[in-house]
Every structure is written in structure tokens, then in C-alpha cells.
């Protein structure tokens, strides 16, 4: 048997450890040079910074005896249950679940979990075909484990996955981190900010990572990111004078990064939890369900248990 995993973040690392361990045969292929996906940061300094995903939360089974190996080998830390809120000049407080975050990165996170399984970075798929066949290549199934317009950029606008992915609206943003040279800004594990022009969520990314570093990580609205499409620095600027604004900090940052995600997160999310065609053609990620890294993890592992029971080992 042969199965190719397209997409190297956590729904598609959580389906092919679910095969491996199902003893089938499966590659994964991402055209990134590392795993993680929306999951991924950078490292500045030697030091890692977050500019996916801002946290997680856990209530799966399944998904909270993965986390519970991260924690016990010090790759995840519960962070907190409680964001603030602000806006129109106030600040609030959000409680919810626990939040956990990861010391040396969520992207971290992923990378544990596809130990065992074979990755190819730095490929680039270009046609799924039918048959399956990837670039051409004939295999008994594939997954696409990506935003919904990169999946259907890779279909034929004919094939049938291809309409469970059409006229989906995903939102993009921009994430900008800064390190300031001291903490100007009270205690902020992170806050919601409401109906705001430029932001939609501020991340102290030293609480979260546990060191205290001033640093900073902002995720724009959609509109924003749509503007700076083009120049994600550009956007630089309109976060700062926002993080002045709603923080009360008055430094200049040591450095800047920006990040833009043209599918940061599907407007919508979806009932069921993957698609599997009877064509061996497949569909998993944070859009099958409420978009959250948890489903993700679900979608895929979910999905590798139902390619596990069709595909004879």
C-alpha cells in the first residue's frame, strides 16, 4: 500500500502517526522546510517565538494523552485559564479552559509527533489527481491536510473533494512580534481585543514560553492583513501604535518580525470531522470542526483510524 500525507502540520503528522502505527506504509510530504504548518514560529536570538497559533486547549481523550507525553517530556505547560479583554478603552477578563502553550515553540509539538514517520520537507505537490496519483505518481490514497483554497488549488476543479471545499471563506492575518527592551505592560498572558481596527489578539509570548521575555506577539484583523498583503512590514506600524494604545507602552521595539497567513482560519467551521472519498482522496485540518489546533489533531488521527480500517496492511 501506498499513502501520501500532503501538508506537514498537525492534522497531517496526527494521520500519518496513525497509520505508522497501524503498520502501514505512509510518507509525508510538506513544501516547507520544517513541520509544523500553522503551528510554526521563527527563532530570534535563539530564542523561539509563536506567530501561528497562540495556545491550545484540551478536552479530547485522546488529545489529552498526547499532551500529557509533551508535558511530561517539558515540550508543553499549562499556561493559563484566563485571557483579558480589552477594548474601547476598558479591559476585561475572559475565564475558559486551560491554555497551554510550549516552551520551545508549538511547532515543537508537531515535530514530536511525526518522529517515526518519514517527512519530506521542501517538496512541493502540484496535482492530485485521480487514480489517486500525486504529481503524477499512482498511490492508493492521499491526504490533503491543508486550508481548504490551498486543497483546492490542487484539485481538479471537477473532482468531487473539490466541492466539498468550494465557497468556504478563510480570513487572513498577520502576526507581528516585537522584543522590547523592559516590560512596560501589566501582567497580559493574553487578551482578546474587541472590535478593534488593526488587532484581534495580543500574546505575551515570555509568559507563555515561561522565560519573561518581553516580547510581544499581535494578530491583526482580516482587513488589515488583506491590505498588507503584499508587504506584511507594512503592517508593522499600524500594530505598534495599537499596542501603545491598548498597553500603554511608550518604547520603541528592539526588533519587528511580521508573518502573513492568507488562511489563518476558516470563517466557518464544519459538522463532520474529515472527508474520505471513495476515490482513496481525503480532506482533514482545523476546518473540519471548530478551528482550534485540538481539532486539528482530531480531524487527522480520526481520519488515519478510518484509512487504517479501509487499506489492508
Known sequence: ?????????????????????????VRVVERAA???GRMG???????????????????????????????????????????????????????????WAAPAGLGGLVAELAGGVAVETGREVRRVGPGPTVDGEQVDAVVLAMPDPQA??????????????????????????????VREWEELPAAFVNDHPVLTLVADDGARRGDGAPVLVAHTTADVAR???????GAVEPVLAA??????????????????????????????????GVDGVALAGDGWGSPR????????????QALATRLPV
Open 41 to 99: 514560529g521563527t527563532v530570534v536570538g535563539g530564542r523561539a517565538v509563536d506567530l501561528g497559533a497562540a495556545y491550545f486547549t484540551v478536552r479530547d481523550p485522546g488529545f489529552a494523552a498526547v499532551v500529557e507525553r509533551w508535558r511530561a517530556a517539558g515540550l508543553a505547560r499549562p499556561w493559563t485559564s484566563e485571557l483579558a479583554v480589552l477594548g474601547d478603552g476598558s479591559r476585561g477578563r475572559a475565564p475558559g479552559p486551560q491554555r
Open 227 to 233: 491590505a498588507h498583503a503584499g508587504d506584511p512590514d
Open 152 to 181: 483546492l488549488s490542487l484539485l481538479d476543479p471537477a473532482h468531487p473533494a473539490a466541492a466539498r471545499l468550494a465557497g468556504r471563506e478563510w480570513r487572513p492575518a498577520i502576526a507581528v512580534a516585537a522584543e522590547w527592551p
Open 293 to 304: 489546533v485540538e481539532t486539528a489533531w482530531r480531524s487527522g488521527h480520526l481520519l488515519g
Open 34 to 36: 520544517d513541520v509544523g
Open 1 to 25: 500500500m501506498s499513502v501520501v500525507v500532503v501538508g506537514a502540520g498537525m492534522a497531517g503528522v496526527a494521520c500519518a502517526a496513525e497509520l505508522a502505527s497501524a503498520g502501514l506504509p
Open 243 to 276: 499596542i501603545r494604545d491598548l498597553l500603554g507602552v511608550s518604547t520603541e521595539p528592539r526588533w519587528t518580525l511580521a508573518h502573513h497567513w492568507p488562511h489563518a482560519s476558516p470563517a466557518e467551521g464544519r459538522e463532520e470531522p474529515f472527508h474520505l
